[in-house]
């Protein structure tokens, strides 16, 4: 696909925290309204990929072009601004505000934002517990009340990680229509996922992180004909 269709371009990507050298000249690209996984065994790789998007690594080195801007010398700040949401694997909810005070925290980055009424109505729990404080949310709530909070903000490419671990069936099929809604409506979704069942019917294409390094790229109708590399790499 031509590049006027890349929301995020990746290429030979270095990442470090202090001497450690976790990144390994990664590249990868993810078209506009497409939702990608970063699939691969813990400690492969695929959060600092997250981290490094928003240049919150402790340092990095190659390209990282987001709808056409070169970012990789870009404060986190500024990358927001550029439209990407990042939902980290601790939430990051305030346990001393409501569920709408949390929602309403976050400064508006773009314009296209959702409002309030419609996150209520993309999330009903949310709605329903709007007044209770955060440390009363159950695990999934808390999931839910993190991406809400970050689609109030009009981001449009969205790097969410690990969102469904440790959660009850039934909100991991919520989170997994929601991701369906998003991307209908034309986001960009990048997701690091441990559950290959969760993601493999709502992904677009995925890739296989090992060292570092993106090892494969598996279209969503390949997946068949590749499940002894996916159990190579994965274990699934």
């Avoid at 492969?44 to 990282?64: A, D, F, H, P, Q």
């Avoid at 927001?80 to 939902?87: I, K, N, S, W």
């Avoid at 404080?133 to 999934?140: F, I, Q």
Wanted: charged fraction near 20%; aromatic fraction near 6%.
């Amino acid at each position: 696909m031509s590049s006027a269709y890349e929301q995020l371009k990746i290429t030979d990507l270095h990442a470090y925290y202090g001497e450690s050298h976790i990144l390994h000249g990664l590249g990868m690209h993810i078209n506009r309204g497409e939702l990608v996984t970063l699939l691969g065994r813990n400690g492969s790789g695929r959060s600092t990929t997250l981290k490094s998007i928003m240049n919150m690594v402790g340092r990095r080195t190659g390209s990282i072009v987001i709808n056409g801007n070169e970012t990789i010398e870009t404060p986190p700040h500024h990358i927001a601004r550029l439209g990407v949401g990042y939902c980290p694997e601790d939430r990051g909810i305030f346990s001393s505000l409501n569920v709408e005070e949390n929602l309403l925290l976050p400064p508006t980055v773009r314009s296209g934002g959702m409002t309030l009424d419609e996150i209520y109505a993309m999330f009903p729990n949310l709605y329903e517990r709007r007044k209770s404080v955060g440390t009363r949310l159950s695990g999934g709530e808390q999931q839910m009340l993190a991406l809400a909070r970050i689609l109030r903000t009009g981001a449009n490419t969205l790097l969410l990680d690990e969102i469904t671990e440790g959660l009850a069936p039934v909100i991991v099929q919520k989170l997994a229509e929601v991701l369906v809604q998003l991307k209908e409506k034309g986001l960009t979704i990048l997701l690091v996922e441990q559950s290959f069942r969760f993601a493999a019917p709502i992904a677009d294409r995925h890739y296989l992180m090992e060292h570092g390094q993106i090892v494969e790229e598996i279209k969503k109708d390949e997946l068949e004909s590749k499940k002894a590399l996916l159990n190579t790499y994965l274990g699934v």
